[in-house]
């Protein structure tokens, strides 16, 4: 088992019913159902995905996905910084959510460093 792997048994004992799906040249789909919102969005939760690219962890984790009717409560727009937009072939339908993480190292950072990036995302309800 190598790190990614460990990382994502981790991963899945925290968010239960979390998948990973192998996409070749793309990388590894995540898929994390039921990630937990903030009060100000429109519903609970939500069903959020993300790339561990092909080269990960020298090649940081960039970009998400989430359900493709979360919206920020009372207003019909896409949230900032996101658009529906599949990327992928078969990711369509859901809110593609350009996020970046500022800084990664590969010798400190892992799954749950984009995690955390993820979850200060979805924090900004906006």
Known sequence: M?????????LAERHPGTT????????LLVTIPNFPLPNGWNKPSTHVKFLAPQGYPYSRP????????LR?????NLPQN?????????????VW?????EQWNPNRDDIFSWMGCIRDRLARVV
């Open 2 to 10: 190598g790190p990614l792997d460990a990382q994502m048994q981790r």
């Open 72 to 76: 920020v409560q009372h207003q019909p």
């Open 97 to 101: 959510f350009s996020w970046h993480l």
């Open 20 to 27: 990973w799906e192998d996409r070749g040249a793309h990388g």
């Open 82 to 94: 996101a658009q529906i937009n599949p990327v992928l072939p078969d990711v369509t339908g859901m």
């Open 62 to 69: 960039d970009c998400f996905w989430a359900d493709g009717d």
